[in-house]
């Protein structure tokens, strides 16, 4: 078992920045590869970021390439999203998740075994 809690979500102005965190406790962090989802209002769940166990490699969704930055530092058990140059667009409630290592990178929910709570951003234009 893998319990995710992420913080760092709030509100902030269009172009502005937020820092997402996730620490993880339970079983080895470096055991997982680690993703990132967001939901907006009325929309489906959508993939946002993803990164290798060893943080050697990452993906992200189009909307979000040269903004957003994933990564994590197994020391700390914790994985971070970055996000630079907000959009209103952007507001969601954002997930961290936690799949098996050999899912890779994958930017497909149905992988990840474990989720965190959700941490709301809300960018205002």
């Known amino acids: 078992q893998v319990q995710l809690v992420e913080s760092g979500g709030g509100l902030v102005q269009a172009g502005g920045s937020l820092r997402l965190s996730c620490a993880a406790s339970g079983r080895t962090f470096s055991l997982y590869a680690m993703g990132w989802f967001r939901q907006a209002p009325g929309k489906e769940r959508e993939f946002v970021a993803a990164i290798t166990w060893g943080g050697a490699s990452t993906r992200y969704v189009d909307s979000v390439k040269g903004r957003f930055t994933i990564s994590r530092d197994n020391a700390k058990n914790t994985v971070y999203l970055q996000l630079n140059s907000l959009k209103p667009e952007d507001t969601a409630v954002y997930y961290c998740?936690?799949?098996?290592?050999?899912?890779?990178?994958?930017?497909?929910?149905?992988?990840?075994?474990?989720w965190g709570q959700g941490t709301q951003v809300t960018v205002s234009s």
């Open positions: 998740a936690a799949a098996a290592r050999s899912y890779d990178k994958s930017d497909y929910e149905g992988n990840y075994a474990y």
